[in-house]
């Protein structure tokens, strides 16, 4: 998911949580790589808002088919006419008041007290964007659901890739602890030699500049292994003080049938061409909402009202005071001319659909090209990890016979610091071989549609 934070400063404060959360007591967690991915789909906090839209598009969608059901609606009004209300009448005829010396006669129409209760009922008769919308709706749906598969595609990619993280920290520092546990029997043996009087000290210093950095290196691999278990549980959406162990090896992961399989792979359906594909039915239904706009809209109505009037606050509640009136009818609407507003949003329509298709095409293209090229990289990452195993283990051949030597006399203490220093460098490029192979692995997975 798609993280909420740059790289650095979650580093910053995972490296915190790792010294202050509280972990004494607590059950720890074994978890398998499928475990860990079932436990962020269903706790990741992007995986839960996924779900959330999902649960809203079919509010949306009750929402658009609640507006072809009938609308009733309740009014009360009540009203104290401080000032009635005048009506002016012409001075003549049998309205005529010669006491006035005007043309006009003020009159006053109306009651102190007056009041209404009544009911509206309405019922949509024809509209064409109501169908158009109750389709939009369901699409929308569909669309929020595409959302969430691709966003617990992208949790999926982080777990795993956190997962195989944990995993290779974890071998770089059991290999860095038997190094060092080597290094210091080297230097036990040397500082014998050295009181004997066999060596000199600088052979000793040697060894034990060797394994003050070994010790440093160690320090960055512990630190490196709790962060990335810390970034694991980030992924997955662990509390951050809980306690977690893998319970997985990297060869139980990363099986030669496997990779073969995922090479010989052609790949599935990707959700992004879902995606795209459910946006393009949403912008053709927006196309055929405003076309539909130029349609007359009808609309029946009942109305149902009580009306009450007094001079008397107290009389205006008495039921002779109170008349009754109810009215039937059919409205509708018929545009005209709307200064070629709809026009134009259905020129925009089309432009969008172009734009949507055009879109599509490079997304496919781009996948293919995706493909092309994670299988490419696991096939060069396979080939990197064999040659650096293999010089692995030559490096391991060469200080062992570095080391023979110098027992018996025939080698110098430099011959076996520096094939030490060689074989440490083959060991730490084959575990970043190791890693960007299953790197490469993730991302072929994710191209290949089967994540």
């Given at each position: 998911?798609?993280t ?8 910053s ?18 978890l ?15 995986a ?9 598009s ?55 007290f ?14 064409g ?6 389709k939009?709706a369901k ?35 059991k ?19 050295f ?6 000290k ?11 950095n ?7 691999v512990?630190?490196?292994t709790a ?32 990779i ?46 009580r ?12 039921s ?5 009136v ?29 734009q ?15 493909r ?18 293999e ?14 030597k ?33 790197i490469?692995?993730?991302?072929l ?7």
């Amino acid at each position: 998911m798609k993280t909420f934070m740059n790289l650095k400063a979650a580093m910053s404060i995972l490296l915190g949580l790792i010294f202050i959360s509280p972990s004494y007591g607590q059950e720890v967690l074994v978890l398998t790589l499928e475990e860990s991915v079932k436990y962020a789909i269903e706790n990741n906090v992007d995986a839960k808002n996924a779900q959330l839209e999902v649960m809203a598009s079919k509010g949306i969608i009750g929402e658009n088919l609640a507006k072809g059901l009938p609308q009733i609606t309740g009014n009360f009004d009540f009203t104290h006419n401080m000032l009635i209300p005048v009506v002016f009448l012409p001075n003549a005829g049998p309205f005529a008041d010669p006491n006035i010396d005007s043309d006009v006669v003020p009159a006053r129409f109306g009651v102190d007290f007056q009041s209404a209760l009544g009911v509206r009922l309405e019922q949509m008769i024809f509209d064409g964007s109501y169908f158009v919308g109750l389709k939009a709706a369901k699409t929308l749906k569909m669309l929020t659901e595409f959302d969430k598969e691709k966003t617990e595609n992208d949790i999926i990619e982080g777990v795993k890739k956190a997962y195989y993280s944990v995993l290779v920290n974890d071998e770089r520092r059991k290999l860095v602890e038997a190094n060092l546990g080597r290094l210091e029997t080297l230097l036990h043996d040397t500082e014998a030699l050295f009181e004997a009087g066999f060596v000199e000290k600088i052979d000793v210093s040697r060894i034990k500049v060797q394994r003050n950095n070994l010790n440093t290196e160690l320090d960055k691999v512990v630190t490196g292994t709790a962060i990335s278990v810390e970034m694991l549980k980030l992924q997955m959406g662990l509390p951050m003080n809980s306690t977690i162990e893998i319970s997985e090896k990297l060869s139980d992961l990363n099986e030669k049938a496997e990779i073969a399989s995922l090479l010989e792979n052609d790949g599935y359906r990707r959700v992004e061409i879902d995606q795209l594909n459910t946006n393009l039915v949403l912008a053709n239904l927006d196309l055929k909402n405003n076309q539909v706009q130029y349609m007359p809209k009808i609309n029946g109505f009942l109305t149902y009202q009580r009306s009450g009037a007094s001079l008397d606050f107290n009389s205006l509640w008495q039921s002779n005071n109170w008349f009754s009136v109810s009215t039937v009818g059919v409205n509708m609407s018929i545009p005209i001319f709307d200064g070629f507003s709809k026009s134009n949003k259905i020129k925009q329509n089309r432009v969008q659909i172009q734009q949507l298709e055009n879109q599509k095409g490079f997304v496919e293209s781009n996948i293919d090209i995706e493909r092309f090229q994670a299988k490419a990289n696991l096939k060069n990452s396979l080939k990197a990890l064999s040659v650096q195993d293999e010089n692995r283990q030559l490096a391991l051949e060469v200080f062992q016979m570095a080391k023979i030597k110098y027992d018996e006399g025939v080698g110098s203490n430099l011959e076996v610091v520096e094939a030490d220093s060689a074989l440490k460098e083959a060991e730490s490029n084959y575990f970043s071989a190791l890693f960007d192979t299953l790197i490469s692995r993730v991302d072929l997975e994710k191209a290949l549609g089967i994540l």
